[in-house]
Structure formats: C-alpha cells, structure tokens
C-alpha cells in the first residue's frame, strides 16, 4: 500500500465509522482512538477468533484482571526502572519527541530502539537531526530514558500510588498462586487475558499502530523447563518466513524461507516453546486474512531484546512499506514469577509430585544461636543463613572442628559441634517448581490495521472506480447486506422480514433502502460485508433471492428455505461461492446493472 493509498484507508476508516482520533469536540488528545460501530465489530470479531486459538482450542483458562495495580506490581516486574523510551527536547519549541524513531526516520538505521543513548546522540549530532515540528537542530540536545508508565492514585487524599498497566501479563504473573490452584497444580497449563494496556508515548504516530491506548492479547503459559515440551508434531510442517539475527546482519540477505520443524532441527529458533507458537500463530494470522506475502518473523537483536528473554522473535507485517510489530514471541524463563515471590513473600512455585518417592541423604543445620548470638551479634542470622547453604552446596566443609562462612566478604570460624551439622535419610515425594514461562502477546489494535490495509482494494466494476475490504467473512463487521430492489410493492416488507430472520439465526446483518442498488452495494464493499442478499419482485413470485459476493461481484440466485444454511457455509469458510453458484442458477451482470438506478 502506498502513502496516497494509506491516506485513502485513513479516510475511509473515518468516514465509515472504524477507527478515528477521540474527543474531537476538545480538541482531540494524541495517542487515543475510538473504534466506531465498524471497528469495533471487526475488533470483537478478531478477539473472539483469538480466544478460540489460543484460549478454547488450546485447553487454556482465561482471567480479566484490573487495569490499574498497586506500585509494588511494577516495583518487582521492573517497570519502574526499567520501562523506559529515549526522549529529546527541542530546545527551540520545547516539544519532545521519541529519539531512536527520528534516527530510524531520517536515516538509513533501522531498530535504533537496540542501540545506547549515546550511540543515539551520536546519530542525531551526526546526520545534523532536526525537530520535527519547527525544524531547529537537535545535535547537542541531551537524550534522556522517560518511564512511559501512567501513575495514578488510589484512594482519597494522597492515598497510595498506583499505575495502569502497561501491559496485561502482570494482572497474571501477580494472581499465579491462586491460578495453579485452578490448574490442580498440574504444568503446563496456560492462562490467557484480552484487554487494555496503557503506555504514555513520548510521540504517538501512525494512526492506531502507535497510541497510549491500546488493546493486548497476551497467552502466559507456565511449564516445567526440566520435564514439560511442545507437540510440535502439530505445526512441525508449517511454513515460515524468519528473519534471525544473522540474516539481519548481512546486508542484502533476505529471509529465511522454512519450516517449523527445519528451524528447530537447525537451531535457528533456539526455544521449541516458540517455535511452536509461531507455527499455530502462522495458521492464525492466514485464518484472519492477513497478507503472508507481507509477514514475517524477525528475530530480536542482542540489544533489544528484554534481560528476562533467552529468546524473543515479533511478527511483523509490511504496512504502507514498513514493518511494524504486530506480536511479540518470548521464553522469559523464571523472571516474572521469581521477582514476585521475592518481593511479595508469598510461594510461587507449583508442588510437582515424582512417579515413585525417591529416597535421599539430606545435610542439613541447626545453628546454636544461644551460641551464634552473644559470640557474633547482628551477624548470627546471615552467618546461620550462611551455614545452610554451605550445607546443601559441600558437607565436606563440616569434617573438620570448625567451619568457615563468609558473609559480605568477612569470614567467620564457628565451632563445627555449635552448627548442629547433621545427615538425614529423607524421602522426598515431589519437588517445588517455579515455572518458566512462555509468552505469545498480540497488538490488537495493530492487527486489526493490519487487516484493513491487507485487505484495501481498488478496481472498476461497470466502468466506474470501486474501493473495497476484501475481509475474511469471519472478520467482516457485517456478515450481509439484506437490500430491497425498491421499498414498495412489498418488496421493502419481505427484505426486512429476511433481516429479522438472519438476525434471529446469529448473522450480523444490515438492512439498507436508501439510493440506486449499486451505491447500496458499493456501500457495503467498502465496511468489507462478503455478501449481499436482493429481494426483487421474482422473489416474491418464486420465494428465491439473489446472492451477490462482494469480491467478484458475482451473482447466484438461491431459495429463501435454503439461505440460512448457504450464508452459514460461505461465512463458515464450509464451502466456496464458486460451489454455491454450481449448485444454484448464476446470475449474469448485464452491463450497468450495479448501477441501474431505481
């Protein structure tokens, strides 16, 4: 899609109600949208085809958590330390703006997200940056991190502070206790959350694709690293086209075309975890209509990718000649579920029964402390900490009288008889595990954009200039167009009898008498509605209608008693307009016959 072409779907979203910039009356405030009746039916739809993937289909529990968590939340997460974009400030105007995308707009660097501040500044300094809104120079601004965290307070007066999540996975990482509970403590089982996520963007920019706003569809799924791995008989077969690292790397190297099973074979993806992952996202992404031939899977580079995260990849699509990040793919290992248990004291771990007991020889300690207290004051806590871990590390240190620890680089002689050194026959049943975790997270919003431009066309039906959506039935925000030919005779009655009656059978219907049947259809090409039923007066001689298919504009004239069930299979993906048409009488366009008017 070209920018004249993005322009033409900024527009056409506007004007027929899918997405467009709020609080118009006031002003408008950057960053925040509202999705119209149009958008937000393609929005419900696409999460509802996203539950059924990675919610229902997968066998996994899902939860809605608040938008708004407690500081400590994003105290043990690193938020807020480490959520940060890198802002510069136009001295001249006083604007800030995002530093790595000026980088990435002005020059030939791309991902300037992964690189340090200073190597930023150096950019700016070096291709002589300007400021985007008055044109004054940035070399020599300073870059600073800016914490894109929206704070708030929760209660009356100074209250305690909170924040509204940036992203929906804390909402699950902080309830995991109650939630393996759900799971009768049985790995690996997933949890899934559909909601809204808020960043305060230093520049928000490109329509929908970049807002303070946003809707994310996040998996988090907990398994045992040691015992717990993916089917990937499932998607071992599906093709890929990858962008790892070192294709990146290599100017003029293009992607990786392969398959799920090839690129674990050969280490390309490192985790199998994402690997599968990618390859039920792939089957997705082609149920919903996303454009493949404009997506990929790029690998993240060293610098960009999370402290947590051995190994992240994004799905991108190409959009208006970018290629913009539409999901990420991470295994973050222990992080999230570690730091919590750290900081909140609670146990985060999941109790894995063994098949058969195992019996074992325990060292263990039991500190003298009316010896370790008047002997070493303040430190006998950490000096009887210390013993314990050198008890399960090396129960050779205690063959002698004494035994050494240090605590914080000092050592410490304790008496070997006053540590209540000893070794035990134990049996252990099982083990407490802290999970690792595997996490799918999609941009809704940025999907849903992915789908309008991969689905914006232009052509010519009865030599006039048609623009139209060619999306999925099952993402399109109206299943069918019911449209009398003219509203009298009783032609207009039986139309809006058909209307309650698919209404009434779960299709998502629009009723719609208003012009000449060509600008009515021309009407609903443009939301995307698949198809269109006609009531002409040979309907109510023969009690057929005509189906009208919104991409070939072609016609098949099919029973009233048999609509339902036909509607039901082209929406359902069940059978093609092409079986339909063989099985019912065809309808031939003569020329202008979109366009006769009534």
């Not at 947590?308 to 000649?321: F, K, P, Q, R, V």
């Not at 443009?526 to 189906?547: A, I, M, R, W």
Request: net charge negative; aromatic share 10%.
């Amino acid at each position: 899609m070209s920018g004249s072409e993005s322009t033409k779907l900024a527009e056409l979203a506007k004007r027929r109600g899918f997405f467009f910039p709020s609080n118009g009356a006031y002003g408008g405030v950057a960053g925040f949208y509202t999705y119209g009746p149009e958008g937000a039916a393609l929005k419900r739809h696409l999460e509802d085809a996203w539950r059924d993937r990675f919610t229902v289909r997968e066998g996994n529990q899902e939860i809605e958590a608040p938008t708004i968590m407690p500081e400590a939340v994003f105290e043990a997460s690193g938020h807020l330390e480490g959520f940060d974009d890198m802002l510069v400030e136009c001295a001249e105007c006083g604007e800030s703006h995002r530093a790595d995308h000026l980088v990435e707009d002005d020059t030939a660097v791309e991902d300037a997200e992964s690189l340090s501040i200073p190597e930023v500044e150096e950019l700016i300094r070096e291709h002589e940056l300007v400021c985007p809104s008055c044109g004054a120079a940035l070399a020599g601004e300073p870059v600073e991190e800016f914490n894109l965290m929206f704070e708030t307070t929760i209660g009356p007066g100074s209250g305690q502070t909170g924040y509204m999540r940036p992203e929906t996975a804390q909402g699950i990482f902080v309830e995991f206790p109650l939630l393996a509970e759900y799971a009768r403590n049985q790995l690996p089982f997933g949890v899934t959350q559909i909601g809204p996520a808020y960043r305060n963007e230093i520049s928000p920019r490109k329509g929908v694709v970049r807002v303070r706003e946003f809707t994310q569809a996040e998996l988090e799924l907990f398994v045992n690293p040691e015992t717990d791995e993916p089917d990937l008989s499932r998607v071992a077969d599906v093709e890929l086209a990858l962008y790892p690292i070192g294709n990146q790397r290599e100017e003029g190297t293009e992607y990786l075309e392969t398959t799920v099973g090839a690129a674990v074979e050969e280490g390309v993806i490192a985790s199998e975890w994402v690997a599968y992952y990618l390859g039920i996202a792939q089957e997705w992404y082609e149920r919903i209509g996303v454009d493949t031939d404009r997506f990929r899977f790029r690998q993240h580079l060293p610098g960009e990718r999370a402290h947590y995260a051995s190994d992240c990849w994004d799905a991108e699509a190409e959009l208006g000649g970018d290629w913009i990040e539409i999901a990420g793919f991470a295994y973050r290992g222990d992080y999230d579920l570690a730091k919590h248990a750290e900081h909140s004291g609670e146990e985060f771990t999941v109790f894995e029964q063994y098949d058969e007991p195992l019996h074992a020889e325990r060292a263990t300690v039991d500190p003298d402390m009316s010896y370790l207290g008047p002997e070493f004051g303040g430190e006998a806590g950490e000096i009887a900490e210390a013993l314990e871990r050198l008890a399960e590390r090396d129960r050779t240190a205690f063959e002698g009288e004494t035994v050494s620890v240090d605590v914080e680089g000092e050592p410490y002689e304790i008496p070997t008889e006053k540590t209540g050194f000893s070794v035990e026959e134990v049996t252990e049943a099982g083990e407490h595990v802290t999970p690792h975790v595997v996490e799918p997270s999609f941009g809704v919003g940025r999907t849903l954009y992915t789908l309008l431009v991969h689905a914006y066309r232009e052509d010519e039906v009865d030599d006039e200039p048609r623009t139209y959506l060619a999306l999925d039935p099952e993402m399109a925000p109206t299943t069918v167009g019911v449209f009398p030919l003219m509203d009298r005779d009783g032609l207009g009655e039986r139309a809006r009898e058909l209307l309650a009656a698919l209404r009434e059978a779960g299709f998502e219907a629009t009723y719609d008498d208003s012009g000449n049947i060509g600008r009515r259809y021309r009407r609903q090409d443009e939301v995307g509605t698949p198809f269109c039923v006609t009531v002409d007066y040979e309907s109510l001689e023969s009690e057929t209608v005509t189906v009208r298919e919104r991409d070939s504009t072609e016609q098949v004239r099919v029973p009233i008693d048999e609509l339902v069930a036909v509607l039901g299979g082209l929406r359902d993906g069940d059978r093609s307009f092409e079986a339909i048409a063989e099985e019912y009488e065809h309808q031939e366009l003569s020329a202008g016959t979109e366009n006769a008017a009534e």
